[in-house]
C-alpha cells in the first residue's frame, strides 16, 4: 500500500463561500432541499427554531424573564397564533453551511437579528443598531482586518460588507487571526467569510480575492451599494494612499489601527467632516503621495516613511522597536501579537459604530497602552524621561540601519 498517493494535499475551493436558503413553505424549495439531503446523508441538521422563537417573545415581553410559569403559558397561546396550522419546519428558514455540511432551523432575517443582539440592549439603542447593521464597511486587510470584522460583526453591525485581502492564510498566522489550522490555504477574506456567515447567514458581502487594485478601487467603494466608512488594515504604502484619496473624494471616513506591542494605535479621518484631511493627517508630509506614488522607492524608504513619520518612534512600545533591529538576525520579519491585534478590532469596531450613528469621535489618533494601565510607575515623570530618551535612541538606530541598507541597495 503507498500511502504516499493517499497523503496528496486536497485543493480548497475557490468558490465564494455562501449560506443557501430555503422556504419549506415553498414546494419548490422542499425539493431543492430534499435533493440536497439526499446527496448528503451525513449533513448535520441543527433545529432549534422553538428555543430561539421563544427568545424572540420574551425580548417583547421582558416582565415574563423571570416568571417561567406564566413565561411558558404566554409563549404556548403566541405559537398557537404564529404557526396558523402551518407545521413546524414550514416557518422560518432553512439554511444550509455548505462548508459545513450543516443545516440550520433560523428565524427569518429581522427577528434573528433582534435576538443576536438582545443583549446589547441599551448598551446600544434600538435605532444605533439598526444604522450600524445596515451600514455598508469596506475593510481592506484581512490580518488585522479580520479582528475588526468580527469585532463589528459580533456587536451586530455592518450586514453589508466588501472584504479584499489576497493572500491565504499561514501557520505563522494564527498567533493573531482567529483562524483554524483546518483554513491554511485557504483565502483570507474566504476564511473571514465563512466566520462572518456562521455569526449572520443573512449578510451581504463582496470578497476582492485580488485585493485592492487600481482595477477594482471604484468598485470598492461605489458598489453598489457605496461605501459608509472604509477601513485600512493593508501593509502597502501605496495602496494605503490610494485609499485615502479615493475616500476623500467620496467623504468617506478611513480608519486605521495598527499593532504596538500589546498595545493599539487607532487613527480617524473624518473625510465626511472635512474637506482637506491630508493623508494620516500630515504626519508622513503633505506631499506623501507625490514621494510615493508611481515612484518604485525601495523597501527601506518604505519602512522609514512607516516607522518614524506614520506612526512614530516616539508612540512605539520599546520591545516593539527593539525587535525591529532584530529583523534579519533573529527574527525574520515584523512582529505582532494576538492581543493587540483583538484590542485594535475592539478600537475599530467601537469607532465605526460611533461615526455611523452621528456620535462624538476624535479626528486623529488615540493611543491605547496597556503599559500606562497596568505597569507601577509607568506615567511618573522620571520613568517618563527615561522611557522617551530610549525610545529616540531606538529610533535613531533603526533609521540608521534603513539608511545603510538604502545604500547599498540603491534599487
Not at 480608519?255 to 500589546?262: H, I, P
Request: proline share 5%; glycine share 6%; hydrophobic share 35%.
Amino acid at each position: 500500500m503507498d500511502i504516499t498517493k493517499k497523503l496528496k494535499a486536497s485543493s480548497l475551493s475557490s468558490a465564494t463561500p455562501m449560506p443557501q436558503f430555503f422556504d419549506l413553505s415553498n414546494k419548490k424549495d422542499v425539493h431543492l432541499l430534499d435533493k440536497l439531503l439526499t446527496e448528503k446523508p451525513n449533513t448535520r441538521i441543527i433545529n432549534t427554531y422553538d428555543d430561539q422563537l421563544k427568545e424572540w417573545f420574551v425580548l417583547q415581553n421582558p416582565s415574563l424573564y423571570q416568571d417561567k410559569l406564566k413565561r411558558d403559558k404566554e409563549f404556548n397561546k403566541f405559537c398557537r397564533q404564529y404557526y396558523a396550522g402551518k407545521l413546524e419546519h414550514e416557518v422560518g428558514l432553512w439554511v444550509y453551511l455548505p462548508w459545513r455540511d450543516t443545516l440550520l432551523h433560523l428565524l427569518e432575517d429581522d427577528k434573528f437579528h433582534e435576538v443576536r443582539t438582545g443583549r446589547n440592549r441599551n448598551l446600544i439603542t434600538p435605532d444605533e443598531q439598526k444604522k450600524y447593521y445596515n451600514s455598508v464597511i469596506g475593510i481592506a486587510g484581512q490580518s488585522v482586518g479580520n479582528s475588526c470584522t468580527l469585532a463589528i460583526v459580533l456587536t451586530g453591525g455592518g450586514k453589508h460588507m466588501r472584504l479584499a485581502d489576497p493572500d491565504t492564510l499561514e501557520l505563522t498566522n494564527l498567533n493573531r487571526i482567529r483562524g483554524s489550522i483546518a483554513e491554511i490555504t485557504n483565502l483570507k477574506v474566504n476564511m473571514t467569510a465563512h466566520q462572518i456567515y456562521e455569526l449572520d447567514p443573512y449578510a451581504k458581502l463582496e470578497l476582492f480575492s485580488d485585493g485592492i487594485t487600481e482595477e477594482n478601487i471604484e468598485a470598492f467603494f461605489d458598489g453598489p451599494p457605496k461605501l459608509d466608512i472604509v477601513i485600512d488594515e493593508m501593509d502597502n504604502l501605496g495602496l494605503k494612499i490610494r485609499l485615502r484619496q479615493e475616500a476623500k473624494k467620496r467623504k468617506i471616513p478611513v480608519l486605521m489601527a495598527a499593532d504596538n506591542g500589546d498595545s493599539a494605535i487607532l487613527d480617524v479621518e473624518r473625510h465626511d467632516l472635512e474637506d482637506d484631511i491630508a493623508p494620516f493627517h500630515g504626519r508622513a508630509g503633505e506631499d506623501i503621495a507625490e514621494q510615493v506614488l508611481n515612484k518604485n522607492l525601495p523597501l527601506p524608504a518604505m519602512a522609514r516613511i512607516i516607522g518614524d513619520k506614520i506612526i512614530g518612534f516616539d508612540v512605539h512600545e520599546q520591545r516593539l522597536i527593539e525587535s525591529l533591529l532584530a529583523i534579519g538576525d533573529s527574527i525574520p520579519t515584523w512582529p505582532q501579537l494576538g492581543t493587540a491585534a483583538t484590542l485594535n478590532g475592539v478600537l475599530v469596531a467601537v469607532a465605526v459604530r460611533k461615526i455611523l450613528n452621528h456620535q462624538p469621535l476624535i479626528n486623529n489618533r488615540a493611543i491605547v497602552s496597556m503599559p500606562n494601565f497596568l505597569e507601577p510607575n509607568y506615567n511618573d515623570p522620571e520613568e517618563t524621561q527615561k522611557r522617551q530618551q530610549k525610545l529616540q535612541e531606538l529610533g535613531q538606530e533603526f533609521i540608521d540601519r534603513i539608511e545603510k541598507l538604502a545604500d547599498k541597495n540603491p534599487d
